[in-house]
């Protein structure tokens, strides 16, 4: 199946077997591992799915004491994503994306996993958070749905979450996760088999609770004459309609996309479910092998979110979060440009919006990045060999180095950190959100030090050496506006690779300043700048010429 994603303009001289790629992408879940292989045809831009993987590994049976993951299932994943790694490989896969959600995110030792896994296998994987994984279920969805312009309730239960998410043909409008899922609730709240009234009535009343604030905050956005769609994704979704199409319809369709089912249809399943054991569960048709274990808790889920979204059917999409992980790599890498461009700009958007609310000089704050990142281009090659992934994380920081005057003038770089760190910036990884925070954190007073909590927990040396080189960058451009006036219109970088000196020629705005207190401050502030890059760095006034016509 090909999905048309949306139309791009076709590159001149290039041929569509020239732009076909191919990609895998992997989702850590709290129930199971799952990995989709897509070729991507950028010129329509569309991808095509070419193969799928699924493990069950049970990442959220997790240690009850400590909630640690167990050694044995982190052992488990790891020998699945091997098995992954080679699929992908023998597919020509050019590279593998993969994420991880809420099992790895709430584990004290989630991190020390991720660590592992790249030391064992070389695969980098994104710890995204509940909201930024709901914006990519969302393109996913999107990507596999016609949403013909209007707006569309979407519901993803997990193991460990579930997503509630309103979005429409252009943009999510809402997003939220809630930290229930099948596997979650099934190991926290169920001990009897079949279960007990006192227990099923108890797990009822808690889903309901918890999925009340996402659901009211959806209902919330809605106008008072739109009608939204309900679409559900994820395996227990998928599950619960392949058994009721076997039953309805005899048999279970090759593809379940667009299958609807009553909200009616469902209560009688729970109603049937919760008379079961396990074991006889396990034997109902159309029962996927283990889901039977959590199935009860997943509809059950369903069945409150449905009532209270005021919801009497829902339709199936097969596209969740590893084709939304696909689409957000397509729009970060400039394939897709047409209707889903307001998605490509979610990053800026998102941090422009956290600098509005804790009270940033936007005009300060973009002067600095524009100096940060004209420095970083002329840099590059030279000094360092960051790509434009690293580029976008330093515009970042620098439009956000301020925020923590919010809290305090003094030591604002720290409060900085934590208010970066702490801010739901959609479209980044947990990984690169610490990365700008720390970026932010040290664009002044003492360098990364290995003693300072928030540099020691970045979880590579690649990570720690790009906050090094990044937060000497911001230092010099947060020093070019130091009076916070524009007095600085341009800097322009000229390196003596023999005399190892990078000499600023700066230009000035007013050809009457003399722009003494920015060369003063990056006198003060270049220090960190020239222990890290082992040169000397010199600063000159370069007088703008006026011509007289």
């Excluded at 091997?82 to 790895?104: G, H, K, M, P, Y």
Aim: hydrophobic content about 40%; proline content about 3%; some cysteine.
């Amino acid at each position: 199946m090909v999905d048309t994603v949306s139309s791009a303009s076709f590159p001149v001289g290039l041929t569509t077997v020239d732009l076909q790629r191919i990609i895998a992408a992997i989702d850590l879940g709290t129930n199971s591992l799952h990995m989709v292989i897509v070729r991507i045809e950028p010129t329509l831009p569309a991808f095509s799915i070419i193969a799928r993987e699924k493990e069950t590994v049970r990442l959220g049976d997790r240690d009850l004491q400590t909630g640690n993951l167990k050694p044995e299932v982190m052992t488990r994943a790891i020998a699945a994503l091997r098995r992954f790694q080679d699929v992908a490989q023998t597919l020509n896969a050019e590279t593998i994306i993969a994420v991880a959600t809420s099992a790895v995110r709430e584990a004290p030792n989630g991190r020390d996993f991720l660590i592992q896994v790249e030391t064992e296998l070389g695969l980098e994987v994104d710890l995204i958070s509940g909201t930024e994984e709901a914006r990519r279920i969302y393109l996913g969805v999107l990507s596999g749905m016609e949403f013909n312009n209007q707006p569309h309730m979407i519901i993803d239960i997990g193991g460990g979450s579930t997503e509630i998410i309103l979005g429409d043909s252009h943009e999510e409008r809402v997003l939220t996760s809630t930290k229930i899922g099948a596997v979650r609730l099934t190991s926290e709240l169920i001990t009897t088999d079949p279960i007990s009234t006192a227990e099923f009535d108890y797990l009822q009343a808690y889903s309901r609770g918890m999925l009340e604030r996402s659901t009211e905050e959806v209902l919330r956005d809605l106008r008072s004459f739109e009608s939204p769609r309900l679409v559900g994704t994820a395996g227990t979704i998928e599950t619960i309609a392949g058994i009721h199409a076997r039953e309805h319809l005899g048999f279970i369709p090759s593809t379940l996309n667009g299958y609807q089912f009553p909200l009616r249809d469902l209560r009688e399943l729970v109603t049937r479910l919760r008379t079961m054991t396990n074991v006889e569960r396990a034997t109902v048709p159309g029962m996927p092998e283990k889901r039977s274990e959590v199935i009860l808790a997943g509809a059950l889920i369903l069945q409150e979110a449905m009532m209270l979204l005021r919801c009497e059917t829902i339709t199936v999409c097969e596209r969740s979060l590893r084709e939304g992980v696909i689409v957000d790599w397509m729009l970060t890498h400039g394939l897709i440009e047409d209707r889903l461009r307001y998605q490509g700009s979610v990053r800026q958007r998102n941090v422009l919006k956290t600098a509005k609310k804790y009270h940033v000089n936007l005009s300060h704050s973009d002067r600095v990045a524009n100096f940060a990142t004209s420095i970083f281009d002329q840099t590059k090659g030279v000094l360092h060999n960051w790509d434009n992934e690293t580029r976008r994380l330093l515009w970042s920081a620098a439009i956000l180095h301020n925020c923590g005057h919010y809290v305090s003038h003094s030591s604002h770089h720290k409060h900085s950190y934590y208010l970066v760190r702490n801010s739901e910036l959609l479209g980044y990884t947990e990984t690169e959100i610490e990365i700008i925070a720390n970026i932010a954190r040290y664009h002044r007073k003492s360098p990364p030090k290995k003693k300072h909590e928030n540099y020691r927990v970045l979880v590579s040396k690649e990570h720690r050496l790009m906050v090094d080189h990044l937060s000497a960058i911001l230092r010099l451009a947060t020093a070019l506006d130091r009076r916070q006036i524009g007095a600085v219109a341009r800097v322009h970088c000229d390196y003596n690779q023999q005399a190892k000196q990078l000499k600023l020629k700066i230009h000035p705005s007013n050809p009457a300043d003399d722009c003494a207190l920015e060369l003063w401050s990056l006198d003060y502030s270049k220090e960190v700048f020239e222990q890290e890059f082992q040169l000397k760095v010199s600063a000159i006034l370069e007088p703008t010429v006026i011509t007289v016509s």
